[in-house]
């Protein structure tokens, strides 16, 4: 070790602060933890968390849309499934959970919102390394809704390139707990960005398309639907166009999609959370078709958003 | 959703405090952030941050043994690599990191410490999810010592069970990259507790032997040591292994190793910052040889303490 003047000298050791001044800025929203409703700038987890330190934690997000949530009791399904196959136990029954996630979205006051659920390992109270030890941390936050597409995105298509990362294997981690395990993504993402793409596509261990940093992708060939079929999030969106699908009387499968056949296809899009449906015209600098966004494409954009409203599928916010 | 009697009048929505009243209790150490030297209490991350949020983020720990640190250039050499490789940068060198590890072991008091730095992607002022946007954060802290195995353990050996998860692949995550993925590892944990261990190995992708939950294993088989090759982390304790047997001369390599051959092993032992050599003599409830710490494993246990106060491997604490 480099010995430096402060080391030489015990006595100019620095100082001990009581409390953290913290000079970043943080995004309107609400958010809850250990029973307080707070501003976002006061979300946070102590690095000590297992959830940090070895990413032992399960989430879900879902979205309120013109003061309604959509398919909340899809999300809330995903997380509970996630806490029981990590073992993890939460002092809130789903209605509780419920109820807290509406209690941010409408103390924020954000129409559009996007609202997240979590639950961490947390730590045990010796600090032992015995996770069954730990006392399991809900937290919830609601902040303004935000896309993986911008608005000239969602004209005009996404701009997407293929990375060679390929994406965490099931018999590693299990896809259907929504899970913090991101590296591949954003390693991916650099790769894309290397390429001057928007975003990026990895590939699943045959090398077939898995799925992006936080999004499924479908193709239409002939008219027929098809996204990857393993190694991927289930997604909520994901599964929200297979009920439009079945609604229209479109044919969709998962099935494996190898890098080929997404080319060649007639239209690609995305699906997220984050945005919904949304376009994709250029993969690896070559155009999709056309170039232009397709009408299959178009047609569910348009029905994903009017189901919006609809009871069956959202609910609504009271705000005060 | 749910609607619940708070959601029903909007007049009884919660209040929404001005600061997280901390319920938790934390351990006695000192942490760096924000360029202010603070108590574990305050050490924490926001839930926005992508080193939360998408586990984007690389560390090291180093300890510290007798009021000196061990190997630390190592520990440096690593972080920096995988800084390098996350495309991540902090406004410190290697000099300033290593005083900011210093000043929190110091102050800390702690003799023999566990000593973390680490940075996180951030997040971006604007709240982007592009993270080349997003500001870097480091982080370091300093808190008492902690082992894999505890004294009894040492004593008799650890008693461990293979499990079938699969250690995340490098082709997802370069193990070069010290990073919080785990939830394979904590999985695995989960399935030797189901078994009556005490902890877990997992395998690699080709069914092999790979690493537990922070560490690496060595196996001895007629004098000659051996530990898994790829898909592991390259352990600063696993590479002391391999020094310490250069000094001796015995011969240690890095091999494929499988179920079969690390059961039949003569030694087992893993290794780790958090314990240093710790022995292994019950695999899958079996005995490992006679199902006594063996020869090899005592005298490399010896040796990797006695190199704590050399100067060639050691560098002191200045404490106040």
């Known amino acids: 070790m480099t010995r430096t003047k402060a080391t030489e000298d ?7 602060g009581d409390r953290h001044v913290d000079p ?15 501003p976002m700038s006061q979300a946070k987890v102590s690095v000590l968390d297992w959830g940090f330190l070895h990413s032992d934690a ?3 997000t879902v979205h309120v849309w013109d003061g309604r949530f959509f398919r909340l009791d899809l999300h809330l399904d995903r997380f509970f499934g996630g806490l029981e196959k990590l073992r993890m136990t939460i002092p809130f029954d789903r209605e509780g959970v419920a109820e807290i996630l509406h209690n941010c979205v409408a103390l924020s006051g954000h129409r559009a919102a996007y609202v997240e659920m979590l639950c961490t390992r947390g730590a045990s ?13 809900f937290m919830a936050f609601a902040v303004q809704f935000g896309s993986v597409a911008n608005a000239e ?16 294997p099931p018999a590693s981690i299990d896809p259907a707990i929504k899970n913090y395990h991101w590296l591949d993504l954003v390693r991916g993402l650099y790769d894309a960005y290397d390429r001057d793409a928007e ?27 098809s996204t990857p079929a393993i190694g991927v999030l289930p997604g909520i969106t994901r599964r929200t166009v297979f009920d439009l699908c079945g609604e229209e009387g479109l044919t969709a499968e998962a099935a494996d999609i190898s890098v080929a056949a997404l080319k060649a296809a007639d239209e ?15 993969i690896d600098g070559a155009a999709i078709a056309d170039g232009k966004v397709g009408p299959v494409t178009s ?19 009271k705000y005060p």
């Not at 047609?299 to 916010?317: C, F, G, I, Q």
């Open 153 to 168: 995105q969602l004209r005009r298509g996404l701009h997407v390139a293929i990375s060679d990362k390929v994406r965490i």
């Open 299 to 317: 047609r569910l954009m348009a029905l994903y958003w009017r189901k919006h409203d609809h009871p069956a599928w959202s609910s609504p916010v």
């Open 10 to 16: 015990p006595a100019r050791l620095p100082l001990v």
């Open 125 to 137: 109270p010796t600090f032992s390394r015995d996770p069954r030890q730990a006392i399991n941390r």
């Open 58 to 60: 399960t989430y879900d």
């Open 24 to 38: 970043h800025s943080y995004p309107d929203g609400i958010a809850f933890l250990d029973g307080q409703y707070l």
């Open 268 to 282: 690609v899009f995305i699906t997220s959370t984050a945005g919904g449906i949304m376009p994709v015209t250029r």
């Open 199 to 225: 975003t990026a596509l990895i590939l699943d261990f045959n090398g077939n398309v898995a799925e992006g940093p936080g999004f499924n992708v479908f193709c239409v060939k002939d008219g027929r639907l």
